[in-house]
């Protein structure tokens, strides 16, 4: 019994198909024509879409850049703007300073309205 074949398949010659270089690139080909046509769908669909609107306040308060001039004609407003920007500082610093000197100040009033209990003993 051991020289009997297992499956009439293998006995018979010509049902086995070895893929060649021509099947591949005919599977390969057949590949890249769905692929391509999903992707002229994909961008037809994209186009017929109306493109997505934001919100009206964003569009309106979005920041613009200013036209600016160069060179010389920029050096006047940009130091005044500096100089601004530093006054600003400083008065802030200013008035921070005059408020911790103002705490200090009533700080002070009220330690000097406090009850002295050495004089209260000597009596």
């Known amino acids: 019994m051991a020289d009997r074949p297992t499956s009439v398949a293998k006995s018979v010659e010509g049902l ?14 057949d ?9 002229q769908q994909q961008k037809e669909s994209q186009t017929e879409r109306p493109p997505a609107e934001g919100s009206q306040m ?4 979005a920041p613009v850049l200013k036209p ?4 010389p004609m920029r050096a006047t407003p940009d130091r005044y703007a500096a100089a601004t920007k530093l006054g600003k500082e400083h ?3 200013a008035a921070k300073l ?19 209990h050495e004089r209260d003993r000597d009596r």
């Open 16 to 29: 086995h198909h070895e893929e060649s270089a021509l099947d591949r690139a005919r599977a390969l080909r």
């Open 31 to 39: 590949q890249f024509a769905r692929a391509q046509n999903d992707n």
């Open 58 to 61: 964003v569009k309106e308060d």
């Open 68 to 71: 600016t001039p160069s060179g």
């Open 91 to 93: 008065d802030s610093e």
């Open 98 to 116: 005059e408020a911790a000197k103002k705490a200090q100040e009533t700080f002070k009033a009220r330690q000097g309205k406090s009850h002295d």
